[in-house]
């Protein structure tokens, strides 16, 4: 029994759009908001009893959430184009 292959120019132009929303302004945004993170999370910038509690309970979490979601992102656009790359190899181009 075959299996069906097939990558459609809608699929090629999703693919497309993926990389480039995560290789573009999206990682850049992730990484603005990490470095103003840090910046908050120093008490010679931002100092006070909920500034404190930000430092050590929000920050860390919200710090380690942004690489996850970094790391699943990139995985996200290599497991697009491999899929997208073996599909094509297959002869699934439409």
């Known amino acids: 029994m075959s299996q069906r292959v097939l990558s459609t120019q809608a699929a090629h132009d999703a693919i497309h759009q993926i990389q480039a929303i995560l290789s573009g302004d999206f ?14 999370s120093d008490a010679n910038n931002w100092d006070g ?26 995985d996200l656009r290599n497991r697009v184009q491999t899929i997208n790359q073996n599909i094509m190899q297959a002869g699934g181009n439409a």
Do not use: C, I, M, Y
């Open 49 to 74: 009893p909920l500034a404190s509690e930000f430092r050590s309970n929000v920050w860390p979490q919200l710090s380690r959430s942004l690489e996850q979601t970094r790391q699943h992102l990139d």
């Open 27 to 40: 990682e850049n945004t992730l990484r603005k908001l990490d470095a103003q993170g840090t910046v908050l």
